[in-house]
């Protein structure tokens, strides 16, 4: 595309996003004793009381993190970052390719978009307006406020399952080495079992249609079946390796602490049914999960570190 200044344009995108989810379907119903509950699939007769069942189907809706939008002001172009999200997102916008044009404040720059909203994050300026030029950017995204304080917090078990055992815990080899995942839990529960948010918060990210699982990283690494809920201080809870269509919240709701929330599963690079749980924090432009307390049936639980001990310090010569 050519402007009144001959600047040619080119755009690439690079960007988180999900697939459009399945229709999904969830129960509700008042059992003997009055109490509302919730499930993927309808009662037995013995335990309905006679108001019924209500059934309740929903889309999730695609939720790509951001989109960047170009604005021609002549001989500079404006540079948003349009966040689609219900939570705040950290955005980094940087020249894949420039060629008399320079970046206002220079790139790479970044800025942070709150939930549903839009920010200018730099002005694209022709450098000599008798000479022609080109560009192409790149804008990353990822969730969360670089600048959330987490704050001490009880969280409750993710499941009423009666037994609680733990295939990987913290710093485990398989796959909790990296800063995503450092801290992460993986339960040992059978698929099916029902998820239940730890903490109130909003549901930031969904993906639901995922149904495959091996241990090719490269092919599985990326993709699983997860749910990301953002909290009041800014950390973000993640519920992966779900149930093909195990889902049952939506984009932009609010939950409960212990509500209901969806299904565990066996999808993504996964060797076994599990829930794979982490507390993750933006630490600019990068994820990180946190250690965390959390509270099971029988008082606070204890997840034994597997990261590796520190190499033991060298003898110092007297």
Known sequence: MRTAATIALSLILLCTGLAPAEAARLYRWKDKQGYTQYGDRPPEAGDLAADGVDVIRFRNP????????????GLRYQAWADNLMHGPVEVQLRFKRDRNVVGRPALPARATVPARSSVLVADIVVTDPMRGGDFELLLDALPGDPAAHPQDYDYRLPFDYGRVRVDQGPGGSFSHSDAQNLHAIDFAVPEGTSIVAVREGVVMQVESDFDKAGLNREKFG????????LHADGTMAVYAHLKPEGVQVRVGQYVRKGQYIGLSGNTGFSTAPHLHFAIQVNRGMRLESIPFRMFG???QLKFPSQEPPAPAAAPRAL
């Open 62 to 73: 695609p939720s790509a993190l951001v989109r960047l939008r170009l604005e021609n002001k």
């Open 222 to 229: 990326g993709r699983a079946n997860f749910i990301r809920i």
């Open 297 to 299: 049936p029988l008082g």
